[in-house]
């Protein structure tokens, strides 16, 4: 796949079809945000992270639901995709609409960004992936089991996730009441790839997730 088209609705209240190019050079999106160019573009490596995921809106009860991609470049402008549906109207629709998105963009972007991070951890490298520290004998986390998160390490053979629908979450198989923590598809930025890469480093050092 080197090329796919989408269209955007916003909602109600910004009816306009919008245009999302993804290729495997760029991303293009008709914002119409912008006052001299209605298309924020960034190029394949300038594109850094990613989150996304699904906003109820709710005023006594649950109206709607707002889908959410935000894109982050190396400068820190971020592109944000996002179309509503209210009342269950064109819901199924739009579920589709966004996993064929994400599907793209991990197929186009992000995939290399997991590779690149899977070589640097093979290497021996030390790295960052959210608020996640890689190093070659395992990871340091911020733990938010108590009310003041902490750092500490986790040995490779001793990390253990689960996965979950909206978040993913690293614990120690030794302390998993006390070392752990979460990690939002939503709010935290390259969920999505942290997972991938822990996924990848503990099958290929032949570790079993509990």
């Known amino acids: 796949m080197s090329h796919k088209e989408f269209i955007i609705q916003r909602g109600i209240t910004d009816n306009y079809p919008r245009k999302l190019i993804l290729n495997q050079n760029e991303i293009k999106f008709d914002s119409k945000d912008l006052k001299n160019d209605s298309f924020i573009t960034f190029q394949k490596d300038e594109i850094a992270e990613y989150h996304f995921g699904v906003n109820w809106m709710q005023y006594k009860f649950v109206f709607g639901h707002e889908y959410v991609i935000s894109i982050r470049n190396h400068d820190n402008q971020v592109m944000k995709i996002n179309f509503k549906t209210y009342f269950g109207r064109r819901k199924n629709e739009y579920h589709k609409l966004c996993n064929e998105i ?107 997730n509990d």
Do not use: M
């Open 102 to 208: 994400l599907a793209s963009l991990w197929d186009l972007y992000f995939k290399d960004i997991a590779t690149n991070y899977i070589q640097r951890q093979e290497l021996g490298e030390e790295f960052k992936i959210g608020k996640v520290t890689f190093t070659k004998d395992g990871l340091n986390i911020l733990s938010n089991a108590s009310l003041k998160s902490k750092s500490e390490f986790i040995p490779w053979e001793k990390v253990r996730f689960k996965s979950y629908v909206t978040y993913f979450a690293i614990y120690s198989k030794d302390d998993a009441i006390n070392i752990n923590c979460g990690y939002s598809y939503l709010k935290d930025w390259n969920t999505n790839i942290l997972h991938s890469v822990i996924k990848t480093i503990l099958l290929s050092k032949k570790i079993e």
